[in-house]
């Protein structure tokens, strides 16, 4: 494996163009420093360096390569930042992962609650997807998630999983006026494989997507992580996206959904660990959201062909139900 | 020095609970394992694991402190990786990471005249991501082309890194009626202190920030994925958003934004390897972002 000082020791040459010069700055002798070097070089099966007797640079792949060593280097100076921090006691932490929607719709309000109760707490809050929830909530570094799952998904060794609220099955939404979305029934997935596709590369849309319409099987497409995401590209024309139903955004009244036949019906889940024990913040946004629940699921009917209609909003503005 | 195989290790006796089982998944023996974790106790002065009868459990400690070893675990794996994509690995797809205001009000309008020239078989693979993951991705090629804003002070040599826009100084949004909010000019950064922020989890930004305003300054602190998800939770009350660029970007609306005294100043650049980008929808992709650039640049 890589070690840190051979990095160091890459890192100077490199500063300094020379071997020698470098050996000088870090206190070590000459051949230890190139032999570091030459030992890295070994380690990878990659020639970083380009010796000649008028300096020393880095080759292209030395220079493509030297990002993801400072990177390594780095993480190690973060595990003794935050071990540091953790001897001396910090404030305490709450790690949160959300599907977008849920970090604008539902979380603001929790998270201002909570301020009124912790007046010192740190707030992690991540975009589903940017860290395993799963695996977090399994071994205690994610407190809470709220995830967008097929309703057939288990939740899983270790993991306590609340019904929120139905969205409905995955469709596909574009423009008003595209040939495809003249009628509201079910579109088979194999109709979709001449059109450009905008699709979501979240876990559970990605892989219920890639049973329905394998990805050999489709023309132009675009991969992005969230459905705002998808939404702007509909709207600047760049193909059909494949998502949930959207109330928020279908009542602009310029765009169409259409149900996808065979996609089982998603839900937002609450999920949170049923082995370690939550903190007081945790708990406390626990409980919020459970009451958000509550509320939120008499605001919505919840129609079988039309998918969610919002019957009440949840906060003031002139949008109409779709 | 913390070794990946230490984290291995400790990763395993939490998911299975157990020093025995840990073993067997590992193919180690079980005094191998707990070798490896006590010498990783030791190294960072903290017990990380609860050993009982009943099974092995993380400590608050060792709770708190594994996404960092994990990330450590993870770039001694891309160091692997990206050794093993340069000794014979190509690129074949298109793919652009950028920040948010970039995805949702940059980039659609530059793939839309992409797709008028490369009409089937591409697909563009669009993701967020920070100054420094795009630099690294840029840089290994697995990432084709980059759009960032960042400070003007933050660079990376390994990349080209090409100012198209400027994005305005580092500000502070919030309620229209924050104590902070309701005068004119710039805030001076400790008046921040023990008002309730929300911070972009970027580097530029956090480190901007350790250098106004101390840690023990702080009082309620979220740290969020981006400056769209910070302007959502200060709109809510939640306290001060700390951002690049300013709301005005991302249309969030009821927020007033005040620029912080003596922030940086942020650019929106474009990234590519050196010599630029070498894929055609790549070169095509990366002229209609300078284009759409120097007709926002030209309107002021």
Sequence with gaps: ?322 | MTAPVQVQCLEAVVRMKSFRAAAATLHMSQSAVSGHISRLERQLNLQLVDRSFSGATLTRAGASLLPHLRAFAESAESISKSSEFLRDGEAHRLSVLTFRAGLTHILPKALAMLRESFDSNLVVQLAQAHYEEICTAVADGSCDLGLTITLESETCAEVDDREIMRGGPLGASGLPDHPLLRRDGPIDPSELAHHALIVPRSRGVLEALDRMLPVGDRSFVCIVSDADIALNLAAAGVGLAVTIPDPRWLGTAGVSWRPLRGAPETTVRLITAHGGPTSAPAVALAEYLEALARSRNGRG
Aim: glycine share 8%; net charge neutral.
């Design chain 1, 1 to 322: 494996m890589v070690a840190l000082i051979q990095v160091q020791c890459l890192e100077e040459v490199v500063r300094t163009r020379s071997f020698r010069a470098a050996a000088s700055v870090l206190h070590m002798s000459q051949p230890a420093v190139s032999g570091h070097v030459a030992r890295l070089e070994r380690e990878l099966g990659l020639q970083l360096l380009q010796r000649s007797p008028t300096g020393s640079e880095l080759t292209v792949q030395g220079r493509r390569l030297i990002p993801h060593l400072r990177a390594f280097v780095e993480s190690e100076a973060a595990i003794l930042r935050a071990s540091e921090s953790l001897r001396t006691g910090g404030p305490q932490q709450l790690t949160v992962s959300s599907h977008r929607r849920g970090m604008v719709r539902i979380l603001p309000d929790a998270f201002a609650v909570l301020r009124e109760s912790f007046g010192s707490l740190v707030v992690h809050l991540h975009q589903d997807g940017a860290i395993d929830a799963r695996e977090g909530l399994r071994d205690g570094s994610c407190d809470i998630a709220l995830a967008i799952e097929p309703d057939d998904d288990e939740a899983g060794r270790g993991i306590d999983k609340t019904h929120m609220l139905s969205l409905g099955q995955l469709g596909v939404c574009g423009p008003v006026g595209h040939p495809l979305l003249n009628t509201g029934d079910p579109i088979a997935a194999d109709e979709l494989g001449a059109e450009s596709l905008i699709t979501l590369t979240t876990n559970s849309t990605a892989r219920v997507l890639g049973g329905l319409l394998p990805r050999g099987a489709r023309n132009f497409s675009c991969e992005v992580d969230d459905t705002e995401v998808a939404m702007a590209l509909v709207r600047a024309g760049l193909g059909l996206a494949v998502m949930l139903f959207h109330p928020y955004e279908l009542a602009t009244g310029s765009l169409r959904w259409r149900p996808m036949s065979g996609s089982p019906s998603f839900s937002i889940h609450l999920l949170s660990s049923s082995v370690t024990a939550l903190s007081p913040a945790g708990q406390a946004l626990h409980s919020y959201l459970m009451s958000w629940r509550s509320t939120v699921t008499s605001m919505y009917a919840i129609d079988p062909v039309r998918g969610v209609t919002r019957t009440r909003l949840a906060q003031p503005s002139n949008e109409q139900t779709a």
